[in-house]
């Protein structure tokens, strides 16, 4: 199970989001680019992806930028990783139960109730959670 940088930028990317809005006031993605280290025009790509998904709305004007489309508590780490089109599986055959040459390997429930856990997981973890706990409140501040 390998995580792209897709999750991991769009999942920093969103909980700095919720770090620089102050809940509520548009963030250029240029600032969340500079302090998370990630170019600008990859932002774009994941931010038009997390928009299209009605996870974030663009505010365009002078002070424009990015804002939450829905509460960060109703947004999870999961459905942002699904909004920017990260598909996590453990299994070698894609779920498909054909690991084998068309058959299930002997591993393949053991890969595939990992994939549940871990989405179980990821379900239940609020971008806002993220964002609001200690040790990222911590890194936002040496980032500054």
């Not at 998370?36 to 790509?45: A, F, M, T, V």
């Not at 365009?60 to 990783?81: D, F, L």
């Amino acid at each position: 199970m390998n995580f792209t940088t897709k999750s991991r930028y769009a999942v920093n990317a969103l909980a700095d989001l919720q770090y620089l809005s102050n809940h509520s006031n548009p963030v250029a993605l240029r600032d969340i680019a500079v302090r998370q280290g990630i170019e600008l025009s990859y932002l774009e790509q994941l931010f038009r992806k997390l928009r299209m998904a009605g996870i974030v709305k663009s505010i365009r004007g002078r002070n424009g930028g990015y804002v939450y489309a829905a509460e960060p508590t109703q947004i999870t780490i999961k459905s942002i990783m699904d909004a920017v089109e990260e598909n996590l599986d453990a299994t070698n055959c894609a779920g498909t139960s054909a690991c084998l040459s068309g058959k299930q390997c002997n591993s393949h429930q053991l890969w595939d109730d990992l994939n549940h856990v871990v989405d179980s997981f990821l379900s239940k973890i609020s971008i806002a959670e993220l964002a609001d706990s200690p040790h990222h409140q911590i890194t936002m501040k040496e980032i500054q």
